[in-house]
Nanobody, 120 residues
Framework: EVQLVESGGALVQAGGSLTLSCAAS????????MAWVRQAPGKGLEWVSCISSGGRETYYADSVKGRFTISRDNAKNTLYLQLNSLKTEDTGMYYC?????????????RGQGTQVTVSS
């Protein structure tokens, strides 16, 4: 059974930084492309970023490009998302997903999420 557990969300001021983590289990992590998606209050899921199984290929939504960095540690079965220069519009629930589609969320299994709130 795929299990994904996100952590690291917090309340932060605009311009601040956070690092989100996602602990993965129940599948062969180093064979899986992974993604981060988010959901702002009252809105649908938004694809944020994805990374190939080996970590060499990374892709970002235009809204976060240059501010967010996705990475992974296959030895630790952990996915990361570094969030810099946060904006109020980055507020939302952030989910990691076992999914690898460039530019969209393909519906793969995802965790329960971690809340990021950016105050002005």
């Amino acid at each position: 059974e795929v299990q994904l557990v996100e952590s690291g969300g917090a309340l932060v001021q605009a311009g601040g930084s956070l690092t989100l983590s996602c602990a993965a289990s129940g599948f062969t992590f180093n064979y899986a492309g992974m993604a981060w998606v988010r959901q702002a209050p009252g809105k649908g899921l938004e694809w944020v970023s994805c990374i190939s199984s080996g970590g060499r290929e990374t892709y970002y939504a235009d809204s976060v490009k240059g501010r967010f960095t996705i990475s992974r540690d296959n030895a630790k079965n952990t996915l990361y998302l570094q969030l810099n220069s946060l904006k109020t519009e980055d507020t939302g629930m952030y989910y990691c997903a076992k999914d690898f589609y460039i530019g969209k969320y393909g519906g793969g299994p995802r965790g329960q999420g971690t809340q990021v709130t950016v105050s002005s």
